[in-house]
């Protein structure tokens, strides 16, 4: 079976249900925790099996951020480049006290080029090919070459300020599958 064969297969079982499962039983075996599948992402059309929860990570203090000052964070795992920004007012999957802190991959989902974030619309630009993603409106792909919307982590706040990453709903570029 060749390379091509190969993924379309795994994309085809993950889309069944099969890979997942499969592969979620791995990740628990790998780090004493198992991924699992939540809901989609509202209004964006997602299915389920996209949206995976992770063992929770620590991205940063709300304290640590300023208004449209774009932290690099790593999430699921130091490969998987993302941004941590406070936008300044509140958009959908925000969190804190203002409802605005999100954070996306850093990924382009077409090529996998990285993505730069322009301050004065709030959105992140493809360096490879100039797609464009808006950070206020849960990654929504606003031009170019891409076929999915930018994955967004589902964050949560604690008492002390500190934000954790617990799941993304979009598949990870390069990845067949949302598990670690
Ligand atoms: S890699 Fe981003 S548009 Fe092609």
């Known amino acids: 079976m060749s390379e091509m064969d190969r993924r379309a297969l795994a994309r085809r079982q993950f889309l069944s249900g099969a890979g997942l499962a499969a592969a979620g039983a791995a990740a628990g075996a790998a780090v004493g925790a198992s991924a699992v599948a939540v809901e989609a992402k509202p209004g964006?059309?997602?299915?389920?099996p996209a949206l995976?929860?992770?063992?929770g990570a620590r991205l940063?203090?709300?304290?640590?951020?300023?208004?449209n000052a774009p932290v690099d964070v790593a999430y699921p795992d130091p490969d998987a480049l993302g941004i941590l920004v406070k936008l300044g007012r509140p958009v959908p999957g925000g969190v804190g006290p203002d409802g605005d802190i999100v954070a996306f991959s850093s990924l382009c989902p077409?090529?996998?080029y990285p993505?730069?974030?322009e301050p004065s619309d709030r959105t992140?630009?493809?360096l490879g090919h100039y797609s464009r993603f808006d950070c206020e409106k849960a990654g929504q792909q606003i031009w170019g070459h891409a076929t999915q919307n930018?994955?967004?982590?589902?964050?949560?706040?604690?008492?002390a300020g500190d934000i954790y990453a617990e799941s993304v709903d979009e598949l990870l570029y390069g990845r067949v599958s949302n598990v670690l």
């Open 110 to 112: 077409h090529r996998g």
């Open 44 to 48: 964006t059309g997602g299915s389920g």
């Open 60 to 67: 940063a203090n709300v304290r640590d951020l300023k208004i």
């Open 115 to 117: 993505l730069r974030y």
């Open 52 to 55: 995976v929860s992770y063992p």
């Open 124 to 126: 992140l630009t493809c």
């Open 150 to 159: 930018l994955p967004q982590y589902r964050l949560r706040v604690d008492e």
